[in-house]
């Protein structure tokens, strides 16, 4: 079946610390992996996607690369602000492209 | 461009009602889908509707139920209400495929259940 995992929370990190959330993947076929970010009282919205295996997504900062032979999709951050404060979600699509697996979302909280 | 519009934001009900929820995808956007947000259970999938059909469907009892309009528009009912519904609803539309291209969500309408 297909499943996300991703590191539990919440975490806690001072400004201009390195980020790292960890992601991996259970899917069938090849699947396209996501990091959607949601602020309080907000929906979520796309921070960056991968559609295959060795790409790296990447978007205000923020990194992840598929790696398939690990099957992870870790996000990277080298310098966090408290602007960053929010929850991240990893996610997969499946390869028909119309369903979503969704992990837990890890909550971070940057502080000055 | 207006966002994915979903009403109401707050709702409160009691164990045994139903309620329905609404979602107003982007403009042209033709697959919406359909998400239940708990603390325990993180963001679970509800189904996914694309040009007035149901393609996907996740694992929800029969009383979770949707529909989508031919513009697009797509509403979700819940019947039967129980204490384990509360949760935020969100709705997320895209062009075609929610794989394929960036999925949009709404802010969500967070259902309580007294």
């Known amino acids: 079946g297909n499943s996300v995992t991703q590191m539990e929370g919440p975490v806690t990190l001072s400004e201009e610390a390195f980020l790292t959330i960890n992601c991996t993947y259970t899917?069938?076929?090849?699947?396209?992996l996501f990091w959607y970010v949601q602020y309080p009282g907000e929906g979520l919205q796309l921070l960056l996607k991968?559609?295959?295996?060795?790409d790296k997504g990447s978007n205000k900062g923020f990194e992840a690369t598929y790696r398939k032979e690990t099957t992870s999709f870790h996000l990277e951050k080298g310098s966090v602000q408290v602007s960053d404060s929010a929850v991240y979600f990893c996610?997969?699509?499946?390869?028909?492209?119309?369903?979503?697996?969704f992990g837990t979302g890890t909550s971070l909280t940057v502080i000055p | 461009k207006a966002g994915v519009t979903q009403t109401p934001r707050y709702l409160i009900k009691t164990r045994g009602q139903q309620v329905t929820l609404s979602c107003s995808p982007i403009?042209?956007?033709?697959?919406v889908s359909w998400y239940q947000q708990t603390p325990g259970q993180g963001l679970q999938f509800l189904f996914e509707?694309?040009?007035?059909?149901?393609?996907n469907k996740g694992n929800f009892p029969g009383r979770f139920s949707g529909r989508q309009f031919s513009n697009s528009r797509s509403e979700m009912n819940v019947s039967t209400l129980e204490l384990g519904d509360s949760a935020l609803y969100l709705c997320?539309?895209?062009?075609?495929?929610?794989?394929?291209?960036?999925?949009?969500f709404g802010d969500g309408t967070r259902l309580s259940i007294l």
């Open positions: 997320a539309s895209s062009l075609n495929d929610p794989g394929n291209q960036p999925q949009h």
């Open positions: 996610a997969l699509s499946t390869y028909t492209g119309n369903q979503f697996y």
């Open positions: 991968a559609t295959k295996a060795d």
């Open positions: 509707y694309f040009s007035e059909t149901q393609r």
């Open positions: 403009s042209g956007h033709r697959s």
């Open positions: 899917a069938t076929g090849y699947p396209s």
